[in-house]
């Protein structure tokens, strides 16, 4: 199984690098996406902010407008290229790293991540939300934002997979295999009670989830 994860999480990493010039698209052709940007104003992001797997900085000029400083970190460079174009904040330091292998340098009173808890596979989900623990001062929150379960009916998704995956296709017609785990909100309640945590997650709109978790 962890070869089987690493594999696809490789795959993953590959699939994103390969698709920041055409990320930002999705925001632009989906109209429930951009409904959901501000959401952050009403979610608790304050102090001292960690944002995971930040992408092309869709999130993290919003969040800069909330917190006292941002750190932004994600895996693949392209991605964080456009970020850094996108959000000039003085606020905000970006960071290129490995989710996976990454430990975080400091401590931050919010952690934030959106659609990142999908990509993580479910073995490897305990020991993420030790790093997430690691990174948050006594009292912080996790705060996150996610697919729910009917965004899988709009995917690709493989079945009889060792890890819950999708197929995703670029403009070029490659294909890659993305982790895809499609979240709802009981279970995972239950899942990060197990691991210590005391979390809130709810459905927004048809196809999300938001959640707060503290440790």
Known sequence: M????????????AYYRARAAEYD?????????????????????????????????????????????VTAVDAAPE????????VRSTKVRFACADLFAWRPPRRFD???????????????LPAFWNTVADALTPGGQAVFIDNGREEAASE?????????SVRRRLDDGSEFRVVKVFHEPDPL?????????????????????????TR
Do not use: M
């Open 79 to 86: 991605a964080l290229a456009i970020a850094q174009e996108r």
């Open 189 to 213: 309640v239950r899942d990060l009670a197990a691991w210590g945590w005391s979390a809130q997650v709810w459905p927004v709109g048809a196809r999300f989830i938001a959640g707060t978790a």
């Open 156 to 164: 690709d998704v493989l079945d009889g997979q060792p890890v819950p």
């Open 25 to 69: 698209r999705v925001y632009a052709e989906r109209g429930d996406l951009k409904v959901l940007l501000p959401l952050v104003d009403t979610l608790p992001v304050t102090g001292d902010v960690l944002e995971l797997a930040c992408g092309t900085g869709q999130w993290t000029g919003l969040l800069a407008d909330r917190a006292r400083s």
């Open 110 to 124: 919010t952690v934030f991540f959106a659609f990142w808890l999908s990509h993580v596979p479910p073995a490897r």
């Open 2 to 13: 962890g070869n089987d994860a690493d594999a696809v999480v490789l795959e993953q990493i």
